[in-house]
């Protein structure tokens, strides 16, 4: 076997199935999800011997093979009970499975269909298929979460996410990349439906690739043993103030305070419906000298005629704020004047926490 295809447990490294690694997360308080790709075949696979026909490819032409993949026929309904029965053994047969990230790779090449009678139905006729499959799978297990993932954002689309709870917008996790990327994104798409996540990429600090992956879906995708003693105690502290504050994020009204490509700092809010909090990332993202918020940012969607108190949230261990924080704002001076966050090159990203008073 090659990999992709026949979805079967490699015996020489897992001598004893998923199973067992399923039942070793939950004996550690660990819920476990698993990262599959079936819509894709390898070519030296059982299935494709077994199946040529349901392959993409052109009858008259050398097959084409993108990481050593060709794209399975979705429009043929076989292919599609194939691939709804790889996700439904996964979980019939490991019922303590919790998450899926659903990838797609391959791009298609020589498109064609050795089902379809019309050709020029094809693109559409496979989308209608996977997203068969889709509903299928949504009809039998409506609460799993599910990430679609496609090199990227190559399956960003709201058809899909009527199946799936969040997409990886690229796969390019550099931090400071991922504040334009994000901005840009949520011009279509609410906060909730992006996967941001920690990684290695880039040379910032853990606190600065931490609270840009906040404006979304919170994840961490690093060896968590390489962390410092503080960057983990931030980590681990940043999580429950983001647990505190992430139904904002995903539910409230976003308001664009400060545009990464028109200055030196990013700033974005996220309000709650009775504008009575919310939250405020702000990120530096021009290195020159001296580069920073140096005027106050004015603040959006709040009620012109409450007081309002700001106070600095997730700070590195051993840090202090730099915002005074015993003061009180009315809504119509934050909207009007601004608020400065004091970023700077030692405070690169500033997240503030924004109540009502009294």
């Known amino acids: 076997m090659a990999g992709l295809g026949d979805w ?11 199973g067992t690694l399923v039942k070793e997360a939950a004996n550690n308080q660990v819920k476990f999800g698993i990262w ?12 494709y011997e077994q199946h040529p026909d349901w392959v993409v490819k052109q009858p008259q032409r050398a097959e084409h093979y993108f990481r050593n993949q060709l794209v399975l ?13 790889v996700v439904d053994d996964l979980f019939t047969q490991n019922g303590e499975l919790a998450y899926i990230k659903w990838d797609c790779n391959a791009v298609i090449y020589n498109a064609h269909s050795a089902y379809l009678k019309n050709q020029s139905h094809f693109y559409i006729e496979y989308m209608r298929g996977l997203y068969n499959v889709l ?9 799993v979460p599910m990430m679609l993932c496609s090199g990227g954002g190559g399956r960003v689309d709201y058809g899909a996410l009527e199946y799936f709870t969040e997409f990886w917008p690229s796969d390019n996790t550099d931090p400071l990349e991922r504040i334009f990327m994000q901005w840009e994104y949520s011009y279509f798409y609410p906060a909730i439906t992006s996967a941001n996540h920690v990684t290695d990429w880039g040379k910032q600090p853990i606190k600065f690739r931490t609270d840009v992956a906040m404006m979304g879906k919170l994840g961490f995708d690093i060896v968590v043993k390489h962390l410092s003693e503080k960057d983990l105690q931030y980590c681990q502290d940043a999580i429950k103030q983001y647990n505190t504050f992430k139904d904002i994020v995903w539910f409230g009204n976003q308001y664009r305070l400060a545009n990464p490509t028109e200055g030196d700092i990013a ?16 990120y530096l ?14 603040l959006k969607g709040l009620n012109p005629a409450a007081k309002y108190k700001i106070t600095e949230t997730c700070l590195y261990p051993g840090t202090k704020t730099a915002i005074d924080e015993s003061k009180t704002y009315s809504g119509e001076f934050l909207m009007t004047i601004g608020f400065n966050p004091v970023v700077n090159a030692q405070r690169t990203s500033v997240v503030l926490r924004i109540e009502k008073a009294g």
């Open 285 to 298: 993202v021009n290195n020159r000298y001296g580069s920073g918020s140096i005027y106050p940012v004015r």
């Open 135 to 143: 509903k299928r799978i949504r009809s039998k297990y409506p609460t």
């Open 36 to 47: 599959i790709e079936p819509e894709m075949v390898n070519p030296k696979s059982e299935l």
């Open 267 to 282: 700033s974005m809010a996220y309000i709650n419906e009775d504008k009575s909090k919310g939250v405020i990332f702000n």
């Open 73 to 85: 026929d979705l429009s043929n309904p076989k292919v599609q009970n194939f691939v709804f029965q």
């Open 8 to 18: 079967e447990p490699n015996k020489k490294k897992l001598p004893n199935g998923i």
